[in-house]
């Protein structure tokens, strides 16, 4: 199967919808910290796309990004980037 492309304004728009998406939902059931390598499997996208993303929304204080000792990438969402979500629901 081949990687979601994530190149024009629609497919980045697309993109950050299903990732924000899945972090919340991911939040929601408990699971704050996240596993890149399980996002990219669910999105279906390259660690190089993930990483590309979540480094601008991590420099606009949306989510944090780690990695641990072991070379593990996980990323969770701030405070900020659940009060969007409040935001937007309201």
């Known amino acids: 199967m081949q990687p979601l492309r ?3 304004a629609q497919e980045v728009e ?3 919808s299903a990732l924000l998406g899945d972090m ?3 939040t929601e059931r408990g699971r704050k910290t996240i596993p890149m390598a399980a996002l990219c499997k ?3 996208v390259r660690m ?3 990483q590309r993303h979540l480094t601008s929304l991590a420099e606009h204080g949306v989510v944090t990004v780690h990695c641990d000792d072991a070379g ?3 990323t969770e969402l701030t405070a900020y980037g659940m009060g969007l979500f409040d935001q937007l629901a309201a």
């Open 48 to 50: 190089s796309t993930l």
């Open 14 to 16: 697309y993109f950050l």
């Open 6 to 8: 994530v190149e024009t």
């Open 72 to 74: 593990r990438w996980t």
């Open 24 to 26: 919340l939902a991911e």
């Open 42 to 44: 669910r999105l279906s």
